[in-house]
Every structure is written in structure tokens, then in C-alpha cells.
């Protein structure tokens, strides 16, 4: 089953799937890219071939990590896996956004109390306040700037603008 925009845009996620039980390497038509780092820990079989190389800690670790995520994503391009490359590329993506994070929260807490139960996984505030920003860690900056140059060169790939494009046509 095909679920499409009526206005051609890209699907969102659609967090109601069973992601524990679908392999979407076998089911790409299940597979909706979302918006930013949406489904980046759910997706299976590459959440788990991905998860294991995704590190940020030092600037070191972030560049054998993005090293490693980048070098998957170019192999997922050859074997025309749009998924894959998608997913690759959101890793880099999470280990930007990851990275900015702690390097403005040295906890990595952006948000004060809980997320709602109802929002686990999902990204945002949900009505909880924003905690004020620390003093930027410059280890954790500078993994940022080592994940974004390989998260933009990632997006901007010749082959991958052209299987995404392919892919939004066949599946929306």
C-alpha cells in the first residue's frame, strides 16, 4: 500500500509502523525519509548496521565515525539502497545535531523534566521549557563541524539527489 501526499511532497514518518518487525532493505516502500533525523533508531536492518560506527565523543572518535558512516553511505549508493544511504545519511546528520547539543549542554539535556510517554522518540520540546545554554564544550564544537562537512557532502552527492528523486517518484 502506497500512502502519498495528494500534493506530491514527501510523506512524513509514520511512527505507527512496527519497525522491530519490518525490514525495510525488503520493504522500501514502507520506508518515508520524514523530516530531519525521523526514524534514524527505528529503521531495520540499517539502524543496526549503522548504530555501531555512530560515535562523537572527541573530535578523534567523531572522524573515524563520520569516516565509517560516510564510507557505508557511498556503499549503500553503489547497490543503489536509497534506504540505506537515506539512513547513512541521517546518522551523520544525528551525530551533528548530537554533537552541537552537548556542546551546548554539557548533560545533553536541552529540555527540563520527562519527555510525555506518548512522545517517546520523537524530536522536540512538547511543551517543555527550553534550559538556558552553557559554556560551548570545544572538543564537542568541533565534532559538530567534523559530522556537518560529511552530513553536507552526504546530501549534496550527485547519486543520491538522483536515487532520492527516483525514490520520491516510485514511492512519494
Same mark, same amino acid.
Given at each position: 500500500?502506497?500512502?502519498?501526499?495528494?500534493?506530491?511532497?514527501?510523506?512524513?514518518?509514520?511512527?505507527?509502523?512496527?519497525?522491530?518487525?519490518?525490514?525495510?532493505?525488503?520493504?522500501?516502500?514502507?520506508?518515508?525519509?520524514?523530516?530531519?533525523?525521523?526514524?534514524?533508531?527505528?529503521?531495520?536492518?540499517?539502524?543496526?548496521?549503522?548504530?555501531?560506527?555512530?560515535?562523537?565523543?572527541?573530535?578523534?572518535?567523531?572522524?573515524? =565515525?563520520?569516516?565509517?558512516?560516510? *564510507?557505508?553511505?557511498? #556503499?549503500?549508493? &553503489?547497490?543503489? /539502497?536509497?534506504?540505506?544511504?537515506?539512513? $547513512?545519511?541521517?546518522?551523520?546528520?544525528?551525530?551533528?545535531?548530537?554533537?552541537?547539543?552537548?556542546?551546548?549542554?554539557?548533560?545533553?539535556?536541552?529540555?527540563?523534566?520527562?519527555?510525555?510517554?506518548?512522545?517517546?522518540?520523537?524530536?522536540?520540546?512538547?511543551?517543555?521549557?527550553?534550559?538556558?545554554?552553557?559554556?560551548?564544550?570545544?572538543?564537542?564544537?568541533? =565534532?559538530?563541524?567534523?559530522?556537518? *562537512?560529511?552530513?553536507? #557532502?552526504?546530501? &549534496?552527492?550527485? /547519486?543520491?539527489?538522483?536515487?532520492?528523486? $527516483?525514490?520520491?517518484?516510485?514511492?512519494?
Amino acid at each position: 500500500m502506497l500512502r502519498r501526499y495528494v500534493t506530491g511532497k514527501m510523506r512524513k514518518f509514520d511512527y505507527s509502523l512496527n519497525y522491530k518487525a519490518l525490514n525495510l532493505r525488503e520493504r522500501p516502500d514502507l520506508y518515508a525519509i520524514g523530516r530531519g533525523e525521523q526514524g534514524v533508531l527505528l529503521v531495520e536492518p540499517y539502524k543496526s548496521e549503522l548504530l555501531p560506527d555512530w560515535r562523537f565523543r572527541t573530535p578523534e572518535i567523531a572522524r573515524a =565515525s563520520s569516516a565509517a558512516l560516510y *564510507a557505508k553511505f557511498l #556503499e549503500y549508493l &553503489a547497490a543503489e /539502497d536509497f534506504v540505506g544511504a537515506d539512513m $547513512a545519511r541521517k546518522f551523520l546528520q544525528m551525530g551533528y545535531t548530537r554533537s552541537r547539543r552537548y556542546a551546548n549542554y554539557r548533560s545533553g539535556k536541552k529540555y527540563d523534566g520527562p519527555v510525555p510517554d506518548d512522545k517517546k522518540g520523537q524530536s522536540g520540546a512538547h511543551g517543555r521549557d527550553q534550559l538556558p545554554r552553557q559554556d560551548e564544550d570545544p572538543e564537542k564544537a568541533e =565534532s559538530a563541524r567534523i559530522f556537518k *562537512a560529511a552530513y553536507e #557532502e552526504a546530501k &549534496a552527492h550527485p /547519486d543520491y539527489k538522483k536515487q532520492k528523486a $527516483a525514490f520520491l517518484e516510485r514511492y512519494g
